[in-house]
């Protein structure tokens, strides 16, 4: 047995533990707070490969001369409380001041201990979250008479892809969104182009949107999430049926504000980055870290840089995506091209061949146009935008998360160790596999 215990620690277990006690009481206060809450709260900030636990005594005698009970004969009911915290020993520097300055009333012992293994599931969003701690509020919204135009403005100004509808009680009742823009508004292309393209296809679109009331073209009914759901409820919601925001409504009915993708993403990476060359922040055996390769989408639609626009305007067609990689002979990454790319290098050209170009741009959630062929010598080697931002295919699903979030990115290029080229990683994919973790 102490053969297979050595093995057992050698596999599993090469950094020593430490035990930090806290023997405290019910009535301790940290600012106002609870000591237990304010430890627990302390270690989900750091978040360190941390346990803690909390137990609560059922007698207990004080230096000053006070005896605790839970009898009801014995007057005092302040009853003693043990908080236990195990920790890898390089982790007791970083937390150790603060809960010095925490533990207002109580002693505090730190000890060594022998961990053989230290196991945990791996869980990107906390189950005890709710829609309510992370939606944005006051939700922005419009009425049933609200004019397509206004519609389309506030989207712009606030950078959102949907609006909901609300009754006169504030209760919603439909939602505006790009689609819904696309497919009854005929608007020609996404809104993320919308405001960067100066034609008359767009100012003929903003004259018969100011026409068209919000309540005709809105999707209803809609799908909604209450306040007081799991976070984890809204993310299979989004998973299950691919609305990239909720709009969320209070215990009346009335719409209270939204949760999308972003608001659930920064709250997966809400704690601070590390440090460089800091101490490493996890020493746990993890089971199912959830890595770049086990979500990513290998797409092999990718261009080399002779390849002419009207071969790039129907690869990206065909894949209904809005952006295609560029690499050279050996698959190695050497730039992308995006739709809005295509339009800011081809403004102005001559009328028939903008309107040519801006149909051949893919729209999402409409199928393929049939369109004519474009003869422009660009290709796109001229078009691309090599300052890149990529990821490894063995990066942690949270430094995916934190780049994309930090540089406003909805996909990120996958590399191999040797630069090659494997796929994208997009907020859909990443939204699945939170999902599951």
């Not at 090469?14 to 301790?28: C, G, M, R």
């Not at 990529?390 to 430094?399: F, K, R, V």
Request: hydrophobic content about 40%; glycine content about 6%; aromatic content about 2%.
């Amino acid at each position: 047995m102490g053969a297979s215990l050595r093995e057992a620690e050698g596999k599993l277990v090469t950094v020593p533990y430490h035990v930090i006690e806290i023997f405290t009481s019910e009535e301790a206060r940290s600012e106002g707070k609870p000591i237990a809450d304010a430890v627990i709260d302390l270690l989900r900030h750091v978040r360190i490969a941390a346990r803690c636990f909390v137990s609560r005594g059922q007698a207990g005698y004080y230096e000053n001369g006070e005896v605790a009970s839970a009898r009801l004969e014995v007057l005092s009911s302040n009853l003693p409380l043990k908080i236990e915290v195990i920790l890898p020993a390089p982790e007791v520097e970083r937390v150790l001041p603060q809960i010095i300055e925490i533990v207002t009333d109580g002693i505090l012992v730190v000890e060594e201990t022998r961990v053989v293994s230290h196991r945990s599931r791996y869980r990107l969003i906390p189950r005890q979250l709710l829609v309510r701690d992370i939606m944005a509020t006051p939700a922005v919204s419009v009425g049933r008479n609200t004019p397509v135009s206004e519609v389309v403005n506030i989207l712009l100004r606030e950078e959102f892809n949907a609006l909901p509808v609300v009754d006169d009680a504030g209760k919603p009742v439909g939602i505006v969104t790009q689609g819904d823009l696309i497919r009854r508004a005929d608007m020609p292309v996404r809104l993320g182009l919308l405001s960067q393209l100066d034609h008359s296809m767009v100012s003929d679109f903003r004259e018969r949107a100011a026409q068209l009331p919000a309540g005709d073209v809105m999707t209803s009914p809609l799908r909604t999430i209450r306040s007081n759901e799991a976070v984890s409820r809204a993310v299979e919601v989004m998973r299950k049926h691919e609305p990239k925001r909720l709009p969320v409504t209070g215990e009346d009915g009335r719409l209270t504000g939204m949760i999308t993708r972003l608001d659930i993403f920064r709250t997966a990476v809400s704690h601070p980055p590390l440090e460089a060359g800091g101490p490493e922040p996890v020493y746990v055996d993890w089971n199912g870290v959830p890595r770049v390769r086990d979500c990513m989408r290998s797409e092999m639609g990718a261009v080399t840089p002779e390849t002419s626009l009207d071969e790039v305007l129907r690869t990206l067609d065909e894949r209904s995506v809005q952006r295609l990689a560029v690499v050279d002979a050996e698959n190695r990454l050497l730039g992308l091209v995006t739709d809005k790319d295509i339009l800011a290098a081809l403004d102005p050209q001559p009328e028939g061949t903008m309107r040519a170009i801006i149909a051949r741009l893919p729209i999402p959630g409409l199928p393929r146009r049939p369109t004519e062929r474009i003869s422009l010598s660009t290709t796109a080697g001229e078009i691309m935008k090599t300052d890149l931002i990529t990821i490894g295919e063995d990066a942690n699903l949270e430094g995916a998360l934190r780049l994309m979030l930090q540089h406003s990115l909805k996909r990120l290029p996958v590399l191999d160790p040797e630069g090659h080229y494997k796929g994208m990683i997009s907020r859909n994919d990443l939204l699945r596999l939170s999902a599951r973790t």
